[in-house]
């Protein structure tokens, strides 16, 4: 077995195996993978169809981990991902419930064969329930979950928002903190078990503090008449002179006072009291016209490092120019392709320079098998044609 690449960050020494798929899934992957796991992907041989097809180099979520393809209807390939799957401390999967076991690869087979396994599966509407076996997507898994209802503008239909919530946020993130969560509880049981990741559950739980907020009475199922719905008139984006954006947000009395004296608005009568909400649409009007007098760069340069909440709104392409982005290193140049860094930040076991997707290739198959098996056993299945 090669040792294979050197690896660094707090998930070092962390082994994953990866069931392709689509969505929520392949982004968990990469997450561990970034923080320094070591994760194979298992892919379809006939990959087409998963996701919007597109080049490796652009496809992000990919990053840092090889794949090899193999037939899972195939028994020799199911015997193949059990030799990985024996070794490894989680696993990801995001197929409808059933279909896993169907393949001989369902939780109950893995943990007999790895009693440590922490076995993660992530789907939209979860392992059991009336929907369990429908087919959806973010849009309406955070339709039923409340979250869809409260996004939009007063009077005007919710709004969907990309798909960044249910599927990442629910899905992704959820999925990966599950597994942690389970890997560092067997190291004292010895034990694995099921993380059941529902983009229904990960929103929903995301929106605590916002029931908290509802059932107290202090938001309303109006769209467009709270706090951070737009409602406020001091919590909201206004176009400037060139056609673009800047948000303003500034929440707090001090901020907000600060920001009317740096407007030469402080006296305006419609802008006095911050919280009365009747003067919320008229207190509005007044800014959207002052906000028009400039371009949102010079808004930018005269409010952006005040503490008035400003901030332009930038598009993909400008994000990463942002000087405090650029100073993060919050994206990263890979082979030519922007790629956002890793996160969080460690300060003792930082993460490395993630490496770009890698093509499907036989090459990159043995590299990435090469971390699990000895030499002898890829050839074996090699010769099989098990894999490619």
Avoid at 26 to 49: Q, W, Y
Avoid at 102 to 127: F, I
Avoid at 259 to 279: G, T
Wanted: proline share 7%.
């Amino acid at each position: 077995m090669s040792v294979g690449p050197s690896r660094c960050g707090p998930l070092a020494g962390i082994k994953v195996v990866e069931i392709a798929g689509i969505g929520p899934g392949p982004l968990a992957a990469m997450f561990l993978a970034d923080l320094g796991a070591t994760v194979i992907r298992v892919d379809r041989k006939e990959p087409s169809g998963l996701g919007a097809p597109r080049p490796a180099q652009f496809d992000l979520g990919l990053r840092n981990r090889k794949s090899f393809r193999v037939d899972l209807k195939d028994p020799s390939a199911v015997d193949m991902v059990m030799e990985l799957i024996a070794q490894a401390d989680a696993l990801i999967e995001g197929f409808r419930p059933g279909v896993m076991e169907r393949l001989g690869l369902g939780p109950d087979t893995c943990l007999g064969r790895n009693p440590r396994l922490v076995y993660g599966r992530v789907t939209g509407w979860g392992q059991d329930g009336p929907l369990s076996q429908v087919a959806g997507h973010d849009l309406n898994y955070i339709s039923i979950t409340g979250a869809l209802h409260a996004m939009g503008r007063m009077g005007q239909a919710p709004t969907p928002p990309l798909n960044v919530l249910g599927d990442y946020a629910g899905g992704s993130l959820y999925l990966a903190f599950g597994l942690l969560a389970g890997i560092l509880e067997t190291r004292g049981s010895g034990k694995g078990q099921v993380v059941d990741a529902a983009m229904v559950d990960g929103v929903a739980s995301i929106m605590t503090v916002t029931m908290g907020l509802h059932a107290a009475g202090m938001l309303s199922k109006e769209r467009g008449t709270n706090l951070l719905d737009t409602g406020a008139h001091f919590y909201e984006v206004y176009e400037c002179a060139d056609g673009k954006y800047v948000s303003v947000g500034p929440i707090e009395s001090k901020f907000y006072q600060l920001l009317l004296e740096k407007l030469e608005l402080k006296d305006h009568p419609l802008l006095q009291i911050q919280m009365d909400r009747s003067q919320w649409p008229e207190a509005k009007q007044v800014l959207a016209a002052k906000f028009k007098e400039r371009t949102r760069d010079e808004w930018a340069r005269q409010l952006g490092e005040l503490d008035v909440c400003v901030a332009p709104v930038l598009d993909f392409d400008e994000a990463p120019t942002h000087p405090h982005i650029k100073a993060r290193g919050t994206f990263l140049d890979l082979d030519g392709v922007t790629h956002p860094a890793p996160g969080p930040r460690f300060s003792r076991t930082a993460a490395a320079r993630p490496e770009p997707p890698a093509a499907l290739s036989t090459a990159n198959a043995i590299a990435a098998l090469q971390e699990w098996l000895p030499d002898e056993r890829i050839q074996a299945w090699r010769a099989r044609n098990t894999f490619i």
